[in-house]
């Protein structure tokens, strides 16, 4: 597995943009962008989970965006969150992680790729997994976030 790579060239980003896998070792770099993006020192529930992921994106050796996911399954691998920072939005961030998670989880055999969201807490979410051609493929409303749960799963 390469750890620090660019951008593949099909993927729009900003000039510079790399994503680097990260071992547990810089968790707390994960952590902070969370705190900033979320406001909150939870990233995920457990760090124990098989085949755990952290991404890390940097434009010129500033942190600004994560995502962190893990095997649901044998057959799925589970994006569980991720963030970018507010003046990176919507410059090809948060599809570049993306892109990453989902090439790395192809090459650990995985044959579903999936993650859930929260629509009007994270519309942006919404907006790329549709964009990016994924299936919804099940609904509910979580009395905990107070509001409609999405999950998004495409085959990999």
Do not use: C
Request: glycine fraction near 10%; avoid cysteine; aromatic fraction near 10%.
């Amino acid at each position: 597995m390469q750890i620090d790579a660019p951008v593949p060239p099909t993927v729009r980003g900003p000039d510079g943009l790399r994503i680097e896998a990260l071992g547990m070792d810089r968790y707390p770099e994960v952590q902070a962008l969370n705190r900033v993006v979320f406001g909150d020192d939870r990233v995920i529930y457990r760090t124990d989970r098989d085949d755990l992921l952290l991404l890390l994106a940097t434009v010129a050796g500033e942190a600004v965006g994560y995502k962190v996911g893990y095997r649901e399954s044998a057959s799925t691998f589970y994006s569980a969150k991720g963030g970018v920072l507010d003046g990176w939005r919507r410059r090809g961030v948060a599809r570049a992680l993306l892109v990453r998670m989902e090439a790395e989880a192809r090459e650990r055999g995985y044959r579903t790729f999936a993650f859930d969201t929260f629509p009007n807490k994270h519309p942006g979410m919404t907006v790329l997994g549709l964009a990016e051609g994924f299936r919804v493929t099940a609904a509910g409303y979580n009395a905990a976030y107070r509001d409609y749960r999405i999950r998004f799963e495409r085959p990999l």
